[in-house]
């Protein structure tokens, strides 16, 4: 089950789900829209390889956007802080963003139950675009889950800003080098 | 309803999911880790054919903007849930797509799943790794399965779109 926009908005107030900052206002029918915030992070390895922490360079998105070329890939932050212990938050990008060819995450959609923070945003743009600090570009919606919940101590925990990924510090899996 | 992780758990000790290989250390608190099989395929533009390819141990670099197919390790499947399978906010990170928006799994299906792997930015890919994650759905209604197509392979497989029956 799907929570309703009403019902994230009561549950906020609840304190069972965080979005801060929170304006009743972003509550849409199903889901609650997220603002773009100024922070980016560019990947600087010519080939990234998954067992190695990446080389990269922070950004900002200056007040008169910021242009993402076809092809371009940058991490970019929600404005907001997002999650909850008690509902399985996915994240989706606007329609109107989708309709401009830009991909707010890379099949990465679903957060874990406890997680807490900035959700990183993963943009890859079809079409050149430009994007703007504060611009409306995703969304999140709240999902019911069935059973008993063990909640998330992972490596993004609390994220402040984009994170890369830390696919470095995992721990091989025995069978495997 | 989407299952918690310890329940998943569950499921698969009462054998109403499968996944095989089995690892409990890949739960997570609403989904469970795959891993990238061994065997990945190429589009090659010359014959129109997918071409096979062998992840060596040392890895395997992608090309951007170039789609390959490739599978799981584990066969992973249900005939009471039904499923979504991702790629893990981990390879999301690194501009690593492993499904074209076809996320869903139906209940009932059961074998090694085909990934459709786009690489935005080159990227080294090993066997084994953690790539993805697959989420366990409660069903409202009658189950009536519609005839398995791709369910049935366990390999990375092309489209049959336009093949004959």
């Known amino acids: ?33 997220l603002a773009l915030g100024r922070r980016l992070v560019v990947y600087q390895e010519e080939v990234l390889d998954p067992r190695k922490e990446p080389a990269h360079e922070q950004r900002e998105i200056p007040d008169e956007g910021y242009l993402l070329a076809p092809g371009d890939f940058v991490l970019a932050e929600t404005a907001e802080q997002i999650g ?75 994220a402040d800003g984009p994170q890369i990924s830390r696919s470095y510090q995992d721990q091989p899996v025995a069978g495997h080098a | 309803m989407i299952l918690t992780g310890a329940f998943i758990d569950e499921e698969v000790r009462a054998g109403r999911i499968v996944i095989d290989p089995y690892r409990a250390e890949a739960l997570n608190p609403n989904s469970y880790n795959y891993r990238l099989g061994e065997h990945l395929k190429q589009y090659d533009e010359h014959s129109g054919q997918f071409v096979e390819v062998h992840l060596p141990d040392d890895g395997y670099v992608l090309s951007p903007h170039r789609m390959y197919l490739g599978h799981t390790s584990e066969v992973i499947g249900s005939s009471v849930y039904a499923m979504s399978l991702i790629g893990r906010s981990s390879m999301g990170r690194l501009g690593l797509f492993l499904q074209v928006s076809a996320d869903l799994g139906h209940t009932t299906s059961c074998h090694r799943w085909t990934l459709e792997i ?22 409202r209604g009658e189950l009536a399965p519609t005839p398995a197509l791709y369910a049935t392979f366990n390999d990375p497989s092309e489209s049959r779109i336009g093949a004959p029956q």
């Open chain 1, 1 to 33: 089950m799907i929570l309703t926009g009403t019902e994230i908005s009561k549950q906020v107030r609840g304190g069972r789900i965080t979005v801060s900052p929170f304006d009743s206002a972003r509550c849409t029918t199903n889901s609650y829209d």
């Open chain 1, 84 to 158: 909850s212990d008690h509902y399985v938050p996915m994240i989706h990008a606007k329609s109107g963003t989708a309709r401009l060819g830009l991909f707010v995450h890379v099949t990465a959609d679903l957060i874990d139950l406890g997680f807490v923070g900035q959700s990183t945003l993963q943009l890859y743009a079809t079409l050149p675009v430009r994007i703007w600090p504060g611009m409306l570009i995703a969304q999140v919606t709240f999902w019911v889950p069935y059973g008993e919940i063990r909640l998330y101590r992972g490596k993004y925990q609390h």
């Open chain 2, 118 to 139: 786009v690489a935005t930015r080159p990227i080294r890919v090993y066997p084994g790794m953690v790539v993805g994650q697959v989420s366990f759905w409660r069903n």
